[in-house]
C-alpha cells in the first residue's frame, strides 16, 4: 500500500509540474504586452520600457523559467504585478471561500445523490425511477450560472430569504449559512444530478449480479442486500465520480462565484487574466492543478481501500 501511495504522489508532482511549465510558457506566447494592459493606452514607450524592466520581462524567457522555478522550491510565488501583494498571501485570503463552497456543495450532492440513485435502481421502471432520471436530467442539462441566476431571482430578489452577494465573515453562524446557501446548493443539485444516474446504473448492474441472487435466497432483509452488499460493491465507481465532480467543480467554480460575486479564487482567477497578471494567474493555476492532484491522490487511496486488488496492478 505504501508502494502504491508513493507511487501516485510522485505522478502528482510530475503532473504539476508539467502543468506549471505548460502555463508559463503558454502567457508569454500570448499576443499582447502585460505592461501595456496595466499602464493603459496613454503609457508612454518609455514608462512601458521601465515597466517591462521592474517586472523582469524584458528578460530571455529562459531566464524568467529558471527564476521562477527556483522561487517556486522556495515557497515564494512572488509578487502581483497589479496589488502590489504577495501571491501566497492572496491566495491564502480568496481559496477558504471557494474550499468551503466546494466541500459543502459536494456533501450535499453526496446526502442527494446516493439515496435517490439506489431508490431509482431498486424500483426500476417505476414513477420513482422517471422522477429521479428526470429530475437529474433537468439538473445535469441546467447550465450553472442560469441555476444560480433563477435561485438568486426567486429566493433572495423576490422571496428575499437570502442575501444576493457578499461572503460569510464577519457574523454568526446564521448569517455564514444564509451566504453560503444558494451557491451550495446551487453546485449540490448540478452534481447530484450527475451521481444519483452513476449510482442508479451500478446499482442495477449489481443487483442483477449471481451472487446477489444467492444472499437473497438466503432470506435476507432487502436493506442489508441493498447496503452491505450491493453498495459496497459499487463504491469504487461512486468514489471514482464524487472525485471527478469535485475535481471539475475546484477547477470551475469560476461562473459561480461569479454570480453569486463571493471573493474566492475563481474571481481571483478571472481579475488576474483580465489584467494580465503574471505571477498571480500563475499562482491560481498551481493551487488549483495541486487540488486536483490531491484529490485524485485521495481517490486512489479509497480504491486501494475499497478494493485490495488495485494495490497491485
Not at 453562524?173 to 453546485?187: E, N
Not at 487540488?291 to 485524485?296: A, D, I, K, M, S
Amino acid at each position: 500500500m505504501l508502494l502504491y501511495i508513493f507511487r501516485r504522489i510522485i505522478l502528482g508532482i510530475i503532473t504539476i509540474f508539467v502543468t506549471v511549465t505548460i502555463v508559463f510558457f503558454a502567457l508569454r506566447f500570448i499576443p499582447g504586452d502585460p505592461a501595456e494592459v496595466w499602464l493603459g493606452d496613454y503609457a508612454t514607450p518609455e514608462l512601458i520600457e521601465l515597466t517591462r524592466i521592474k517586472w523582469n520581462l524584458d528578460k530571455p524567457i529562459w531566464w524568467q523559467y529558471t527564476r521562477y522555478m527556483k522561487n517556486i522550491m522556495r515557497g515564494d510565488l512572488g509578487d502581483s504585478l497589479r496589488m502590489k501583494l504577495p501571491v501566497f498571501k492572496l491566495l491564502i485570503r480568496h481559496y477558504p471561500f471557494t474550499l468551503r463552497l466546494v466541500f459543502l456543495g459536494t456533501s450535499l450532492a453526496i446526502l442527494i445523490a446516493i439515496p435517490a440513485g439506489v431508490a431509482a435502481a431498486v424500483r426500476q421502471n417505476s414513477l420513482t425511477d422517471m422522477f429521479v432520471m428526470m429530475l437529474s436530467f433537468f439538473f445535469i442539462s441546467m447550465p450553472l450560472f442560469w441555476l444560480g441566476l433563477i435561485l438568486l431571482f426567486v429566493f433572495s430578489f423576490r422571496l428575499d430569504w437570502f442575501p444576493s452577494i457578499g461572503n460569510e465573515e464577519g457574523g454568526n453562524f446564521y448569517t455564514y449559512f444564509l451566504h453560503l446557501a444558494l451557491p451550495s446548493i446551487c453546485l449540490g443539485l448540478v452534481q447530484a444530478g450527475l451521481i444519483s444516474r452513476m449510482v442508479r446504473s451500478t446499482m442495477i448492474d449489481i443487483l442483477t449480479k449471481d451472487y446477489i441472487n444467492v444472499i437473497r435466497s438466503k432470506g435476507l432483509s432487502e436493506y442489508v442486500i441493498l447496503f452491505k452488499h450491493a453498495l459496497r460493491n459499487a463504491l469504487a465507481s461512486i468514489v471514482s465520480l464524487i472525485g471527478v465532480s469535485f475535481v471539475l467543480s475546484l477547477a470551475g467554480i469560476v461562473v459561480l462565484e461569479m454570480v453569486f460575486s463571493r471573493p474566492g479564487l475563481g474571481r481571483l482567477y478571472v481579475t488576474a487574466i483580465a489584467e494580465r497578471d503574471y505571477p498571480l494567474i500563475q499562482g491560481c493555476i498551481l493551487v488549483i492543478a495541486s487540488g486536483v492532484v490531491l484529490v485524485n491522490l485521495l481517490v486512489d487511496i479509497s480504491y486501494g481501500m475499497i478494493d485490495p486488488r488495485i494495490r497491485h496492478e
